[in-house]
Structures are given as C-alpha cells and as structure tokens.
C-alpha cells in the first residue's frame, strides 16, 4: 500500500500553488498504483479520485469531469447506491462538467444529488452543506439567481446562527449571498461583503488562495459597477502577487491577466490590452493545449480590442 505521505506531498504541492506539479505527482502515483493493485481495488480507485481532482484544478475541468464520471461508473459496480463516496464521486463530476461549460447539466445533477441526501437524513452532513453550495452556484451560472440567493443566504443563515455575524466562514457565506444580490443588480451589497471578508481573511492569511480570489472578486465587481480603470489598479497588483505566490503557470495566474486585459479594453485602453491577450493566448496554448475552453474566451476578449482600437 503506497505510504499516506505520498498523497499529502502531492496535496502540499498542488495547495502551494503548483497545480501542474501535483498533477504530475499524481499521475506518476496512479501508474505505480495501476501496477500493482487491481483496477477494482479501493486503492486504485481513491488514487484516480485525486488524480482528478489535479486534472481539474490544475485547468482541464472537462477532462477530469470525464475521469470522475469512469470513476463513478466503476463505483457503481461496487458500492450500495447511497456509499458516500458514490456519491460525493458523481458530484465531482457534475460539479466539473459544470465548470467546462455545460452549468444546466450540473445543475439537473447536483438537485437530484442534494435532494437524495436530504431523503437519507444527511442534511448537515458536510458533503450535503457542500452539494447546496455546488447547486447555488451552477443555478446562478445558468442564470437563476433567485434561486441560487434562497440557497445561499440559508446555508449564511445557518452558520451566522451556530459561529456569529464575524467568523471566517461566515463571512464567506454572506459574500456568496450577497454575489446573488449582486447579479440581481444590488452591487453595493456584493462589494460591501466581500471587503468585510477581504479584511479578516488579510489578517488570517494575507497571501492565501481564498485572499487573493477574494481580491480579484472585488476588482471584477469594481468593474462592473462602472470603475474599468479602478479594476485595472485593483488587478496589477493581484498579478503580481499571484505570480510570485503561485507561479506564471497556475490557472488563477492565467485568469487574471485574462481578467486584467479585459478591463483595460474597457478602461480605454484596448493596445495595450491587445498585446496582452496575444502573449496570453500564446502562453494559454502551450500550457493548456489548443482545445483548452479558455482559449475561445482569450480570442473573444483579444477580437473585441481589437475591433475598438480600429474604432478610435
């Protein structure tokens, strides 16, 4: 059986910030697996779990959707239909599916998933509390925001009720409220939010992952409150820290020069905003490989530069 120490050093490096890294760790891992345990061993199928958990963190949602969803079906052969992590396998796959491109399909998946565990009894359990999340999100990104607003402000009631108006993940959740309220064109609220959660989490962890998302929240809502140029000041730094945190390859990374760019298209300055995209598409391919979903949003937002510097 390969040592626990072998997962937690691929986790350590992928929670570092090198995504790829742990992805490589992992595959490397799952070959030795694969040649030594049977397909059907409870080792080898924990083991692709991970590994497609890097898949998709590491920028190929639509690949490790499809890994979870092989992991699933072989699941399926050997687990009772309410084993947890049958369960909590086919979530992940819907939840990557989702976040390639197809949200509505996620959300079909993620009701029937949430409303089978309310029927076990499961309805704290935290992968139920993490199922709510997952629907919220994807109702939100197929475009019901009401509904995505109901599940969230529970799940920040409910934690306002057991933790307090000021703990961490309270916060958290009044900022995925208030990202609805937003949406439904309340956008004070989804700022004020996330600036009463950016201060603590600054103090708690000034240079973690949910900080820097955190920031890079408030800039895209900055911008589109009516500010471009005050999200172009708000996103230069965050660039800056994330490449030297976690690196020029980390998918976070990519989507904030992507992010950067579009906003100084907006702010005036589409030549400058042109040049980035262009080194960022470059870049964008070699890493992530030409069928990557990102590259259509580059080329996207790299035409629509394109076509205002024409129209000055």
Request: a negative charge; charged letters at 25%; aromatic letters at 6%.
């Amino acid at each position: 059986m390969p040592h626990p120490v072998l997962y937690r050093m691929g986790h350590s490096l992928g929670d570092s910030g090198q995504a790829s890294a742990a992805l490589r760790h992992f595959r490397r891992l799952h070959e030795v697996v694969d040649a030594r345990f049977a397909p059907d061993d409870e080792i080898s199928l924990d083991t692709r779990g991970h590994l497609a958990w890097w898949q998709a963190k590491a920028g190929d949602p639509a690949g490790a959707a499809r890994a979870y969803a092989s992991l699933y079906a072989d699941q399926d052969r050997l687990y009772p239909s309410d084993h947890p992590s049958l369960l909590q396998t086919r979530q992940s796959a819907a939840v990557w599916q989702g976040a390639a491109g197809d949200p509505h399909a996620a959300v079909t998946e993620l009701k029937y998933l949430y409303e089978l565990r309310i029927s076990l009894g499961r309805a704290a359990d935290r992968d139920t509390i993490s199922n709510r999340n997952h629907l919220a999100n994807f109702l939100s990104a197929s475009g019901d925001h009401a509904g995505a607003l109901a599940l969230h402000e529970a799940a920040w009631r409910e934690a306002e009720a057991r933790l307090g108006p000021d703990h961490p993940d309270v916060l958290r959740a009044r900022s995925a409220a208030m990202h609805h309220r937003g949406e439904l064109g309340d956008v004070a609220s989804a700022l004020a939010a996330l600036r009463d959660l950016l201060e603590v989490q600054q103090v708690d962890a000034p240079e973690g992952l949910d900080t820097f998302a955190t920031r890079a929240r408030i800039a895209d809502w900055t911008g589109r409150e009516g500010d471009p140029a005050q999200a172009v000041a708000l996103l230069g730094p965050l660039l800056v820290d994330r490449l030297r945190v976690i690196g020029p390859e980390h998918p976070h990374t990519l989507g904030t020069r992507m992010d950067l760019a579009r906003w100084r298209t907006a702010a005036g300055e589409p030549a400058r905003a042109a040049t980035e995209l262009t080194e960022l598409l470059a870049d964008e391919e070699e890493l992530l490989g030409l069928d990557h979903p990102a590259l259509p949003v580059t080329r996207a937002a790299l035409a629509d530069a394109l076509e205002k510097i024409r129209h000055r």
